[in-house]
């Protein structure tokens, strides 16, 4: 992939073919975990009645997914003041389908302006927002399950099996990278 240029108010990109499977397959994978945690959503009569969406109460137990639906009030970890507790699980009980159905729709603009066997990419701006989103997704994810920290050497020794899924890790940096800059162009 080459840089990410802005023309007017369209971002262009080209990805071949091995990056934009690399590129789908993560960005599925993602809307795979998400749209099953909205499925975890208990079915409320009220919110059917009143057409307001809730959401589990409680955090991911998978880190992955913790990560990507951080808590929405963050507890004191030594010390949890219940009235704390209640006010995280009725945030999170409230705000996460949406944020769910926002995670879900950007992972869509993905797949659908990323062709399965590349090519060039031509975005506008709420579709290039849509791939910010997405991308940083895929990196938190990627990150967490890689056990990425500041202290991290850029690389690892090729005996360790994370090495090469750092590679891509680094490469999604690079996409999101050249996409803020010409976003901001």
């Known amino acids: ?3 990410w240029i802005r023309d007017g108010d369209i ?12 590129v789908r397959g993560l960005v599925s994978q993602i809307q795979d ?3 099953a945690r909205a499925e975890e959503a208990p079915q409320d009569e009220l ?15 998978d880190p992955i997914l913790g990560r990507l639906l951080p808590d929405f009030h963050r507890l004191d970890p030594d010390a949890p003041d219940p009235a704390d507790v209640d006010s995280a ?12 159905e ?8 993905v797949l659908s302006t990323c062709a399965p066997d590349g090519g060039e990419i031509r975005l506008k701006i709420a579709e290039a927002e849509a791939w910010l989103s997405s991308l940083n997704d895929v990196r938190l994810a990627l990150g967490t399950a890689l056990d990425v920290t500041e202290d991290m050497p850029d690389e690892l020794p090729p005996e360790d099996p994370r090495s090469p899924h750092l590679g891509v890790y680094h490469w999604l940096t690079w ?9 901001m162009a």
């Open 175 to 183: 996409v999101q990278d050249t996409l803020v800059e010409a976003m």
């Open 102 to 109: 926002q995670k879900v729709s950007a992972c869509d603009v």
């Open 1 to 3: 992939m080459k840089r």
């Open 11 to 22: 971002v262009v990109g080209r990805l071949d073919r091995q990056e934009a499977a690399v």
């Open 89 to 100: 699980a009725a945030l999170r009980s409230l705000h996460e389908p949406e944020l769910l």
């Open 47 to 61: 919110a059917e009645l009143t057409g307001i969406r809730t959401g589990p109460s409680t955090a991911p137990d």
């Open 33 to 35: 975990m998400l749209m």
